[in-house]
C-alpha cells in the first residue's frame, strides 16, 4: 500500500503518467524497500537519485593508443549512496529474469556499472567500494 501511495504521488506532482504508473510493480518496490539494500540506503549520509552526469574520459583509458583524444561519457546513475565514506552504486534492471539467472545477468551490466564507478569517483571524489544490479523482478541485489 505505502509503495502505490509512493506512486500515486508521482502521478499527482505530473512526475509519472498514468500508463507509466501502471507499468510500475509495486511489490517489487516494496521488496527493494523492505530488503538489506533498502535498509542500507535509508541509513546513509547522502544519496543521489537519477543522477546525470556529462564527463570527458581520456580515450586511452578505454582504447589501446588512442592518444589524447577524449570521449564524452553520459549517463544517469539510478542510485549512489555514501556508506562509511565510500559510494555504493545501484543500477536497476527490469529484466524478466529469474532469482537464479539474475547473477550470470548481472555480468552483462559490468562496464555500465564501471563507467557510472568512474563518474561518480571523479564527482565527488569518494572511492567506490561496490557496485550493485537490482533486478525488480527477480527482487534480487547482484554484487559484481
Known sequence: ADAREAIN??????RLS????GAVDAQSIFALASSEL???MCAASQIWR?????????????????????ILLQ??????FVENGELVI???KTDTVSYAAAEERATLYREQLGAYAWAMERITSLPV???????LHARRAVRL
Do not use: H, I, M, N
Request: net charge negative; glycine share 10%; aromatic share 14%.
Open 18 to 21: 498514468e500508463r507509466e504508473a
Open 9 to 14: 504521488s508521482l502521478v499527482y506532482s505530473g
Open 129 to 135: 567500494k561496490e557496485r550493485v544490479v537490482y533486478f
Open 50 to 70: 537519477e543522477f546525470s552526469f556529462s564527463l570527458l574520459r581520456p580515450a586511452g583509458e578505454l582504447f589501446a593508443g588512442a592518444r589524447d583524444d577524449e
Open 38 to 40: 533498502g535498509a542500507r
Open 75 to 80: 549517463g544517469v546513475v539510478d542510485c549512489c
Open 90 to 92: 545501484v543500477d536497476y
